[in-house]
Nanobody, 124 residues
Framework: QVQLVESGGGLVQAVGSLRLSCAAS????????MGWFRQAPGKERAFVAT????????YYADSVKGRFTISRDNAKNTVYLQMNSLKVEDTAVYYC?????????????????WGQGTQVTVSS
């Protein structure tokens, strides 16, 4: 069983920065892809960024390109999301997810494990 635990969320003013972390634990952890997703009130869960575990290729939603950076530390089984130049519209619960098999990079489906989510609130 794999568990994903997010941390680093909080309240920040617009144009500020936050760094989210997602630590994976479990007997064997070898994902193909890990990603960050977010869900704002009244909206569906949306893709933010993903990273291939092997090779570290990254993908971003257009709305966060140039502002967010996803990275991973294989040795620590941890994925990060550095969020800069935050906007009010970035306010959401952010979820980390891991997929064992092949997933479409910008899709929200196909992930086997999800974290509990961490709240990010950006004030104006």
């Amino acid at each position: 069983q794999v568990q994903l635990v997010e941390s680093g969320g909080g309240l920040v003013q617009a144009v500020g920065s936050l760094r989210l972390s997602c630590a994976a634990s479990g007997r064997t952890f070898s994902p193909s892809t890990m990603g960050w997703f977010r869900q704002a009130p009244g909206k569906e869960r949306a893709f933010v960024a993903t990273i291939r575990w092997s090779g570290a290729r990254t993908y971003y939603a257009d709305s966060v390109k140039g502002r967010f950076t996803i990275s991973r530390d294989n040795a620590k089984n941890t994925v990060y999301l550095q969020m800069n130049s935050l906007k009010v519209e970035d306010t959401a619960v952010y979820y980390c997810a891991a997929a064992r098999g092949t997933v479409v990079a910008a899709s929200t489906t196909g992930y086997d494990y999800w974290g509990q989510g961490t709240q990010v609130t950006v004030s104006s």
